[in-house]
């Protein structure tokens, strides 16, 4: 089969459609998938920039947001049956462990990332444990549930389970534009806060209002935090939506007001930040780590999918020929919301 692997990761990147890839047997409890929709996640960055704590057998197929067809089922597998067409919950999780026991998926102590310490879907084909798959949602396409199988669920954990986002809160969406900001702006505004979204760019603040942010501010402007304290009479927001790192963080905390909280699940942009203590207890600031989604985050956010009450955002489809461009438009930034591979398209008819 065609896939894109990682034949080296860190210093010298090795990523190469190899024609002539084994299509992977699914084993017990596993099935084969037709892989019609996959997502380029910036994890799969952190894979090939060997910034994720595992270390990964090579040569690796990454992509972690999956949608496509069961072509084969393996042994013990009873529940599902070749032409099929489903999603993947990528937060692989035991069952059994005392985390998984009540229900906090995303904490087992045996959790593993389909996609990063297994092979995804950035190839023809892929194995997928049968438990961590639902049934396409029947009013979307396998790239539009694709796009949201992880920012969705992400999302959705940090601002309902973790920050406990209220209605009538304000909240601070960081980087609105990206495929997380996206959904999380959906999911802010239909919990009934009022959102305020940053991005880059005229261009993606416009967008970000489309999407129900109700005032916008532009990031690259040095006063920023000060824009959106502004837009709070002063005040700050009571919760800021984090995933950027470093280059954001303070300008996060400012933008806080007083028990506010801040949740994040990422740091592309540096993981080691600064933070003034005096300003976290005097302001009485509680600092909220997200990671990934439960699988009732998964099956919530893929409900309200079905309900059409969340919608996806693809900025862009491409072939696997071309994930090497569609990599480095979501390191520039040059995107607003999804950028997807659809392995059945032909080089030439992938567009961005
Ligand atoms: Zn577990």
Redesign the pocket.
Known sequence: MRALRLHGVGGEVVLRLDDDAPVPVPGAGEVLLAVRACGINRVDLLTRDRQTPASIPLPHVSGTEVAGDIVAVGPGVTDWAPGEAVVVDPIL?????S??ERGA?NM????RVYGVQTHGGYAEYAVAPAKQLIRLPSNLTCLEAASMAVTGPTAWHMLRRRADLQPGEDVLIVAAGSGIGVIGMQIAALTGARVIATAGSEDKLRKAQELGAHAVVNHREEDWPDQVRKLTGGRGVNVVFEHVGAATWRGSLQALARTGRLVTCGGHAGFTVDMNLWQLFVKEHTILGSFAATRQDFLDVMRMAREGRLRPAIQGVFPLERVGDAQAMLEDRQVFGKLMIDPTLAPARGAA
């Open positions: 999780h035991c069952g059994r462990c985390f998984c998926t087992c102590l045996k959790g």
